[in-house]
């Protein structure tokens, strides 16, 4: 017991400070000050800061992803099988979304360390983000039934441009909200998402592919 309070104590003011401060700005010793312990506890338990980082960046991920992949599953299933487009990408932005924005989530350390997470590119979380693609690999399987006539280039750019959205969103949601006059509600995010999901809908049940394609030979032509 006494080990799992250390190491649950070390990993909240981990998060607790680098989601305050940033990746680069918190050392160790800021950490196990924080956190009431010894530098030797952190290196017990984690072995060094990159993989105190990472341990925090996958279990918050895991969650997203559990929770993305429910909503995908129900979504099929009450469809016998696939799902229309824009459920299918309801389910890929609302968690990542719902996670980080709203006045309720924006404050909590959690939402604050995944956005620092995103805005901030340290190594360990690039390389997490590059090796687990897998539960994305089924969101382009469930984009391919619900649009079995696509391209299948254009559903993965669907669904990187459907991401790409949502994370610029949780980005800069300050510089949206200034340029806009507060007129963009950040707090509602039931609507950001269905802005999100609308956009990438349209995206990829119009002739997109066919355009490219063609503007490609006008160019080689031209």
């Known amino acids: 017991m006494a080990t799992d309070h250390t190491r649950s104590a070390i990993l909240t003011a981990a998060e607790r400070l680098y989601a305050d401060r940033g990746f680069a700005d918190v050392t160790l ?4 000050a924080a956190a009431g312990v010894n530098l030797a506890a952190v290196n017990y338990h984690f072995g ?12 918050r991920s895991l969650a997203t992803n559990r929770e ?10 009450a469809g016998g099988g696939r799902a229309d487009i824009g459920v299918v990408l309801r389910a890929l932005v609302g968690p990542t979304l719902r996670g980080c924005l709203g006045p309720d989530k924006q404050r909590s350390d959690a939402a604050r360390f995944m956005i620092r997470a995103s805005i901030e590119s340290v190594p360990p979380i690039r390389k997490i983000k590059n090796r687990e693609v897998d539960h994305l690999r ?43 006059d507060g007129k963009c509600d950040l707090n509602d ?34």
């Not at 010793?29 to 196990?32: E, H, L």
């Not at 060094?48 to 279990?59: C, H, N, Q, R, W």
């Not at 993305?68 to 299933?77: D, Y």
């Open 29 to 32: 010793r800021d950490i196990v």
């Open 48 to 59: 060094s800061k990159d993989e105190l980082i990472a341990e925090l960046f996958v279990t």
């Open 68 to 77: 993305r992949l429910n909503e995908l599953k129900a979504a099929e299933e």
């Open 138 to 180: 089924k969101f382009a399987a469930a984009m391919k039934r619900a649009l079995p006539d696509r391209d299948e280039v254009d559903l993965y750019w669907g669904l990187h441009f459907a991401l790409a959205m949502a994370h610029q969103t949780i980005r800069d949601t300050e510089r949206l909200t200034k340029l806009s």
């Open 189 to 222: 995010v039931d609507a950001i998402t269905d802005r999100v999901v609308a956009v990438a809908a349209l995206a990829l049940t119009t002739a997109t592919g066919r355009a490219a394609k063609t503007a490609r030979i006008t160019r080689a032509v031209g």
